[in-house]
Nanobody, 115 residues
Framework: QVQLVESGGGLVQPGGSLRLSCAASGRIFSIGVMGWYRQAPGKQRELVAN???????NYADSVKGRFTISRDNAKNTVYLQMNSLKPEDTAVYYCNVRVGPLDAWGQGTQVTVSS
């Protein structure tokens, strides 16, 4: 079993920044793609960004240029640096990590962008 623990969410003003972290622990044999998803009220969960084991990244158009995903393989941790936050970014953010053939999900962390 793999557990993902997220941290870094909170309340921030428009234009502000937050950094989310997600650390994986447990029965980890190999980690493939790591990513962040978010779900806003009344909306479906959507991919925000992901990063593959070789370092290639992918971003949703809505966050491109503002968010940066990175990973520390030694720590089994994925990060999401969020800059220039907008109210539309308000959502519960979930990390996702592919461990072998399975996906593990974090518990979710609330990000609220409001003045």
């Amino acid at each position: 079993q793999v557990q993902l623990v997220e941290s870094g969410g909170g309340l921030v003003q428009p234009g502000g920044s937050l950094r989310l972290s997600c650390a994986a622990s447990g029965r980890i044999f190999s980690i493939g793609v790591m990513g962040w998803y978010r779900q806003a009220p009344g909306k479906q969960r959507e991919l925000v960004a992901n990063i593959f084991s070789g370092g290639r990244t992918n971003y949703a158009d809505s966050v491109k240029g503002r968010f940066t995903i990175s990973r520390d393989n030694a720590k089994n941790t994925v990060y999401l640096q969020m800059n220039s936050l907008k109210p539309e970014d308000t959502a519960v953010y979930y990390c996702n990590v592919r461990v072998g053939p399975l996906d593990a999900w974090g518990q979710g962390t609330q990000v609220t962008v409001s003045s």
